[in-house]
């Protein structure tokens, strides 16, 4: 059996989309045949390194080694300057993690990792490295074009913009693949559909604290013929209370039902009542209008819904984006308009969705760091 040794700076558990990655991608790559090995900082009071917790907390069976290292940095502990702190503890603990690792790990371990950092410190001492890419700082390309100098590092794009992106810049040779995000389709395989106008958002309702314009949602539906009705599935107590009072003064309050987190093996029973799921964001943020590659999406299509989708290059780049109708931002006409016409968009058939799955995922990781 090989062994991988992932190194991340995420905190776990955590209800993050990228934590809950992260768990499920180990999963499958462990059925994949791969022994895993998980590090990350326990840098928060709610960290632990505990398998038990991470099994219950992320709905998982399978067994893989966990480190929860010290983490006596500020960031995660000190509630200021959050983003100078994150910067310099990151750097910080990778350096001295890096260290570790080359010290204890035989020269022939795989790392695949999340972090910039680990990423430029392994590819320095000449590790066998993938770093996988999810988004961009001005920092993180300089130390991708550092670390692939080395042959023995790798990059999974997460999408084709993050990979034109970098080549729009720096050479780039063989060493890449581009990924997306996939989903457990065993969530799937006994969820009953009902037919319904239900339209569904599920995820956190704000990206990078940036609200992802949950409102214009609202105002969407109000728009729309009395028979849609529309689930919000993440809201949190203060939000929910606003998304509620919000709903009441368009007099729709009838027709919005705004619902707590759910655990991400529960997501398939929450959309069961859904026919249709929405793709919705802040065109703020760079890394949502180009890059993301939301676990939403093939969640919704693993449950059988259409989906609407604002129109972003990010989105416009996913998998089977041509099953997707798309609307444009802040545009209540042409959000109407969508969802009149997403009946008249094919579905994914069945056959197709093994290649949205982690297992899919996993394998191609596997094939690809190992190769």
């Known amino acids: 059996m090989n062994n991988l040794n992932y190194v991340t700076y995420q905190s776990f558990p955590a209800p993050t989309a990228n934590s809950i990655q992260t768990i499920s991608n180990i999963k499958y790559l462990i059925r994949a045949g791969i022994r895993v090995t998980l590090y990350f900082p326990l840098r928060e009071s709610t960290s ?14 399978e067994d893989f080694q966990i480190v929860g290292v010290k983490h006596n940095l500020p960031f995660g502990k000190v509630d200021i300057f959050n983003r100078i702190f994150f910067l310099i503890s990151h750097l910080i603990w990778s350096y001295s993690m890096v260290k570790r690792l080359v010290n204890d790990r035989p020269s022939s371990d795989i790392f695949l990792t999340r972090s910039d950092w680990v990423f430029y410190f392994l590819s320095r001492n000449n ?33 084709s913009n993050l990979k034109d992106d970098y080549k729009n810049k720096y050479t780039l040779g063989s060493n890449y693949i581009v990924l997306h995000n996939g989903v457990d389709l065993e969530h799937y395989s006994s969820i009953n559909k009902v037919a319904s106008n239900e339209i569904v958002f599920i995820g956190k309702l704000k990206r990078f604290n940036t609200s992802r314009n949950i409102s214009f949602l609202l105002n969407g ?20 209370i606003e998304l509620i009072e919000l709903s009441k003064s368009l007099g729709i309050e009838n027709r919005v039902k705004i619902c707590d987190r759910v655990s991400y093996s529960d997501v398939a029973k929450n959309l069961s ?8 964001n802040s065109s703020s943020n760079e890394h949502s209008t180009s890059y993301t590659s939301p676990l939403k999406y093939f969640e919704y299509l693993a449950a059988d819904l259409k989906v609407i989708a604002i129109d972003f290059p990010s989105h416009r780049s996913l998998p ?21 016409n997403i009946k008249n968009r094919d579905s994914l058939k069945q056959e197709q969705l093994y290649s949205i799955s982690l297992e899919n995922r996993a394998n191609k990781i596997v094939s690809f760091v190992y190769s």
């Open 127 to 159: 590790r066998n490295v993938t770093f996988e890419c999810h988004q961009y700082t001005r920092l993180r390309k300089y130390l991708i074009h550092k670390s692939l100098k080395k042959k023995n590092s790798k990059i999974i794009f997460l999408n």
């Open 273 to 280: 009542s859904s026919s249709i799921g929405i793709l919705i």
């Open 320 to 340: 089977f984006s041509e099953f997707i109708e798309f609307f444009s931002e802040d545009n209540i006409l042409s959000f109407v308009e969508a969802v009149n």
């Open 48 to 61: 632990s390194a505990e398998l038990s917790s991470l099994k219950e907390y992320y709905s998982v069976n």
């Open 221 to 240: 539906i109000a728009s729309l013929d009395n028979k849609y009705t529309l689930k919000i599935i993440g809201a949190e107590k203060s939000e929910k």
